[in-house]
Nanobody, 121 residues
Framework: QVQLVESGGGLVEPGGSLRLSCVASEGVFSAYNMGWYRQAPGKQRDLVATITSVRKTNYADAVKGRFTISRDNAKRTMYLQMDSLKPEDTAGYYC???????????????WGQGTQVTVSS
């Protein structure tokens, strides 16, 4: 099965920044829609940003204007640049291939381990 490896999380103060990475082990990465999910304790895992094979992007209202999703197909890697971080952004962050670029899209692959983002002073 395809391996998804997320990295780049950590502890940051409010207003700080982090850059997350997601590497996919197999597949025609350049042809796939991709996205980032997050899950806070006791809450659902929700899609917060998507990027299509032609680099069309969509963002959930909670992160719009603060987060930027991008991809480097040659490196088989997707990124999430997170700026102006808030305590409410604290969550595990997970990447996945998507059936579309819509925020209602469904994940395709098995989940990776995710990477933890904690925003606290």
């Amino acid at each position: 099965q395809v391996q998804l490896v997320e990295s780049g999380g950590g502890l940051v103060e409010p207003g700080g920044s982090l850059r997350l990475s997601c590497v996919a082990s197999e597949g025609v990465f350049s042809a796939y829609n991709m996205g980032w999910y997050r899950q806070a304790p006791g809450k659902q895992r929700d899609l917060v940003a998507t990027i299509t094979s032609v680099r069309k992007t969509n963002y959930a209202d909670a992160v719009k204007g603060r987060f930027t999703i991008s991809r480097d197909n040659a490196k088989r890697t997707m990124y999430l640049q997170m700026d102006s971080l808030k305590p409410e952004d604290t969550a595990g962050y997970y990447c996945n291939r998507l059936g579309s670029g819509d925020l209602r899209a469904s994940p395709v692959y098995a989940w990776g381990q995710g990477t933890q983002v904690t925003v606290s002073s």
